[in-house]
C-alpha cells in the first residue's frame, strides 16, 4: 500500500486495537536532525507509517493468535465431534446388529406364528370331528340304549308271559290239590261221620237196652217187693209202713232212675242233635263239593267261552289288519294328494342365530311369525335423499314357510317328514339347501340332529311301522361329491378321492339314475347311517387338507334308496331321497380370483345357475321339451329327482349379517323365482308283482 492511501484509509478498522494500541515501536526511532525540516516532515512519515505498520503487525498477531487459538478450539472441537461421531458410528453399528437380530427373532416368531395358526386351524378342524364324532356316538349310545331298552322291555314281556303262564299252571296246581284235599277231607269226614253214626247208634242201642235192662230190673225188683209186700200186707200190716217207707224210697228211686233216663234220653237227644249237625254240616260240605264241581264246570265252560271269544278276535284282528292294510294303501293315495295340492316344489326360508362374536345384525323381521310363519322382511341400509326423505329400501318374501333363529332342527324337520313318508311310499324327493357360505346350510343338513340324521331315524322308525302292515324295506345310503364338475365317493377310500371315475348312469325307461364305482350301503340298522356319516365326514376332512374351504365349494349328495315290498298286497315301492348341501352361492367376481379358486368359482357358478335353469325349464316347459339336465354335473345326478316324478324342496339359508345383506338379497330373489315356479304332478314308482 502506498502512502498516499494513508490519508483515505479508515482507521476504524483497526479502531478496535486503538484504545490499546502499545507504541513501543515508535518510542524506538532514532533522533531525526532538526536542521532539515522537510526531512524532518519525511521521517515523521516514515515514522508513521512504520507505526502505522507495526499497528498492523499487531492486530495482525493479535489476530493471528486469536484465529490460532479459535483455530485450536475449533480443532479441538471437531476432534470432540470426531470421537462423538465415531461413539455414535460404533452405536449405530450395534443397533444395527441388534435390528438385524431382531428382525430375525421376528421372522421366526412369524413363522412361529404361521405354525401356531395352521395349528390352531387342524386342532379347530379336529375338534370339529371330535364334536362331531363325539355327537355321533352319543347318538350310538342313544340307540343303544334304547336298544338295550327294548331288549329289557323284550325279556320283560318274556319274563311276564312266562310269569303269567308259570302263574297260572301253579294256580291249577293249586286247584287240583285244593280239590284233591277236598276229596281227601271229605272222605275222612264221611268215615268220621260213619264211624260216629255208628258209635252213636251202637251207644244209643247199648244204652237203650241198658235202660230197659235197669228198667225191667226195677220193675221185676218193683213187681217182686210188690209181691212180696201183697203176700206180706196182711200179715205183716205193721211191716206196711215199713213196705210204704220202703215204696217211698223206691219211689223216689224210681223217680231218680226217672230222672236218669230223662237225662239219657236227654243225652240221646243231644247225640240225635249233633247227628243231625254233623249231617247237615256233612250236607253243606258235599253242597261245596258239589258247589265246587259245578265251580270247575262253570271255569271251563267258561275258558271254552273265552277260547270261542279269542277266536273272534283273532278273526277280527285279521279283518281289522286287512282293513288297516286297505286304509293304508288309501292313506298313502290321500297322502300323496295332499302333497300334490302343496305343489310339488316347495320353498322355505331360515334365518340362523347371530353368534355371539358377530355385531352388525341386518334388519330381518317376520311380519306373520305368529299366524302362518310364511314371510320374511329385510330392511336395506338407512338412506336420506336429497330432499331429506327417507328412501331406505324394504323387502318383503313369502315362502311355504319361514324359520326365524330361535328355530330348531327339530321344527324344521317336522316340515319335512311328509316328504320323507312319500319317499318311503315311492316317489323321488329332493332337499336342497341353499344358501352363502356360513348361512347355516351344513348345521340344517348334517349336524348331530340335522335333516340326514333325522330323516333315516323316521325311515326306519316307518318302516318297522309298516312291516304290520306286510311291508318289507331294502334301504340303500350313498354319498356323492360334486366338486369341480367332477364326481366323488364319499363312501369310498380317501386315496381314491379326485382319482377314482365315478359314473352316473340313467336308466330312462325305469326313470333311475344308476352310481358306478361308488360304495352303496345297506342299512339295515340306524348304527350303520352314523357309520356311513362317519365315512363321508373322513373323506370331506382329507377332502379339505387338499383344498381349503373345499367343503364350501362343493356339493354333497347323500342319496337313500328305498325299496319296498308287501308280502300280502303284492304291491312294491321304489323310492329314492336326495339330501343335498349345496355349494356357498354367493357370486366371487372372476377378476379377482385365478388358478384353482378361478375354476372352482366358474363351476360353482356353472352349476348353480343350471340348477336355476333347470327348474325354470320344468316350470315353464310343456310335457316332453327338453330340459338341460347335462349342462352341469349336479343337475344330470338329480335328473330324475328334480322334476315331473319328483317332489322338490329348497331351502334358503340366509345369514342374519348386515354385511351379508347383499348376498341375502340376491339368495331370496332365486328362491322366490324358484317358489314361484309350477311343476307338474309327482309320479309314484309302484308296480304290482
Ligand atoms: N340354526 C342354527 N343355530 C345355531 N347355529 C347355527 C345355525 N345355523 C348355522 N349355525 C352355525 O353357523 C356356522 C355356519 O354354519 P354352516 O357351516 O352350517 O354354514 P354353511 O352354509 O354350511 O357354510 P359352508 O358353505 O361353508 O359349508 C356354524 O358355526 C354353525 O354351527
Known amino acids: ?74 480443532m479441538q472441537k471437531a476432534t470432540d465431534q470426531k470421537e462423538s461421531i465415531q461413539q455414535l458410528q460404533s452405536r449405530v453399528t450395534e443397533l444395527e446388529a441388534i435390528r438385524a437380530r431382531l428382525e430375525s427373532v421376528n421372522r421366526d416368531l412369524e413363522t412361529d406364528l404361521k405354525d401356531a395358526k395352521s395349528c390352531m386351524k387342524t386342532m379347530e378342524m379336529e375338534m370339529e370331528m371330535t364334536k362331531r364324532n363325539t355327537a355321533f356316538e352319543a347318538d350310538d349310545i342313544r340307540r343303544k340304549h334304547r336298544n338295550e331298552i327294548e331288549d329289557l322291555e323284550n325279556k320283560h314281556e318274556k319274563a ?22 277236598i276229596d281227601k277231607l271229605l272222605k275222612e269226614h264221611k268215615e268220621q261221620l260213619d264211624g260216629l253214626n255208628a258209635k252213636l247208634s251202637k251207644e244209643t242201642e247199648t244204652e237203650r237196652n241198658r235202660q230197659l235192662q235197669k228198667e225191667q230190673e226195677v220193675e221185676a225188683e218193683y213187681a217182686s217187693k210188690l209181691r212180696a209186700a201183697g203176700i206180706e200186707a196182711d200179715a205183716k200190716q205193721r211191716e206196711l209202713q215199713l213196705v210204704q217207707g220202703d215204696l217211698t224210697n223206691v219211689k223216689s228211686e224210681l223217680d231218680r232212675e226217672r230222672a236218669l233216663k230223662t237225662a239219657l234220653q236227654g243225652q240221646l237227644t243231644d247225640a240225635t242233635t249233633k247227628n243231625l249237625t254233623l ?22 265252560s267258561a275258558y271254552n267261552d273265552l277260547h270261542r271269544r279269542m277266536q273272534e278276535a283273532i278273526e277280527a284282528a285279521e279283518q281289522a289288519h286287512d282293513k ?61 335423499s336429497a330432499t331429506g326423505k327417507d328412501i331406505t329400501a324394504a323387502y318383503q318374501y313369502s315362502f311355504d314357510r319361514v324359520f326365524g333363529p330361535a328355530s330348531q332342527n327339530l321344527e324344521v324337520f317336522d316340515e319335512i317328514s311328509q316328504l320323507v313318508q312319500s ?136 342319496i337313500l334308496k328305498l325299496v319296498g315290498t308287501n308280502g300280502i298286497t303284492g304291491e312294491r315301492s321304489e323310492g329314492t331321497l336326495n339330501l343335498v348341501d349345496l355349494a356357498g352361492s354367493e357370486r366371487l367376481e372372476h377378476s ?30 310343456k310335457e316332453g321339451a327338453h330340459i338341460p339336465y347335462r349342462n352341469s354335473k349336479l343337475t344330470y345326478l338329480l335328473q330324475y329327482s328334480l322334476g315331473g316324478n319328483s317332489k322338490t324342496l329348497m331351502f334358503v339359508m340366509v345369514s342374519p349379517l348386515q354385511a351379508h345383506l347383499q348376498e341375502t338379497v340376491t339368495s331370496l330373489k332365486f328362491a322366490t323365482k324358484v317358489h314361484n315356479t309350477h311343476i307338474g304332478t309327482a309320479k309314484k314308482q309302484t308296480k304290482t308283482a
Not at 507504541?23 to 536532525?33: D, G, I, N, V
Not at 287240583?176 to 284235599?181: I, K, M, P, T
Not at 258235599?286 to 271255569?299: G, Y
Not at 311369525?369 to 320374511?376: A, C, F, L, P, R
Request: contains cysteine; neutral net charge; glycine residues 6%.
Open 1 to 74: 500500500m502506498g502512502p498516499g492511501a494513508k490519508a483515505s484509509r479508515p482507521r476504524s478498522a483497526y479502531g478496535q486495537y486503538a484504545g490499546t494500541h502499545v507504541r513501543s515501536k515508535s518510542h524506538h526511532s532514532t533522533a531525526r536532525p532538526a536542521t532539515s525540516m522537510i526531512r524532518r516532515d519525511e521521517d515523521d512519515d516514515d515514522e508513521e507509517e512504520r507505526d502505522f505498520y507495526d499497528d498492523r503487525m499487531e492486530a495482525m498477531e493479535r489476530q493471528f493468535s486469536a484465529f490460532k487459538e479459535k483455530m485450536e478450539t475449533d
Open 160 to 181: 311276564t308271559h312266562r310269569w303269567r303262564s308259570e302263574k297260572e299252571a301253579a294256580e291249577e296246581k293249586v286247584r287240583r290239590n285244593f280239590e284233591a284235599q
Open 279 to 300: 249231617e247237615s254240616s256233612n250236607t253243606a260240605m258235599k253242597e261245596k263239593i258239589n258247589f265246587l264241581e259245578s265251580d270247575s264246570q262253570a271255569q271251563s
Open 324 to 384: 288297516l292294510r286297505q286304509e293304508e294303501t288309501l292313506r298313502r293315495k290321500l297322502f300323496n294328494q295332499v302333497q300334490e295340492l302343496k305343489g310339488n316344489i316347495r320353498v322355505m326360508c331360515r334365518v340362523r342365530p347371530a353368534h355371539a362374536s358377530e355385531s352388525d345384525p341386518a334388519k330381518i323381521s317376520f311380519p306373520d311369525s305368529d299366524t302362518d310363519s310364511k314371510e320374511v322382511a329385510i330392511q336395506g341400509p338407512e338412506k336420506i
Open 423 to 558: 319317499a318311503l311310499d315311492g316317489y323321488n324327493v329332493c332337499i336342497f339347501c341353499y344358501g352363502q357360505t356360513g348361512s347355516g346350510k351344513t348345521y340344517t343338513m348334517s349336524s348331530a340332529d340335522g335333516m340326514i340324521p333325522l330323516a333315516t331315524a323316521q325311515i326306519y322308525a316307518e318302516a318297522k311301522r309298516l312291516e304290520e302292515k306286510g311291508w318289507r324295506y331294502k334301504i340303500e345310503g350313498s354319498f356323492i361329491e360334486v366338486y369341480n364338475e367332477t364326481y366323488n365317493d364319499l363312501l369310498g377310500r380317501s386315496e381314491d378321492l379326485d382319482k377314482k371315475k365315478v359314473e352316473v348312469r340313467h336308466d330312462a325307461a325305469k326313470k333311475q339314475t344308476n352310481l358306478e364305482n361308488t360304495v352303496s350301503i345297506e342299512l339295515d340298522g340306524p348304527n350303520r347311517v352314523t357309520e356311513l356319516l362317519k365315512t363321508a365326514d373322513k373323506n370331506r376332512t382329507v377332502a379339505a387338507t387338499k383344498a381349503n374351504m373345499r367343503s364350501s365349494r362343493s356339493h354333497s349328495v347323500f
Open 592 to 621: 379377482k380370483v385365478e388358478g384353482a379358486r378361478l375354476k372352482e368359482t366358474q363351476n360353482i357358478n356353472k352349476s348353480l345357475s343350471c340348477l336355476g335353469d333347470v327348474i325354470n325349464a320344468l316350470g315353464s316347459a
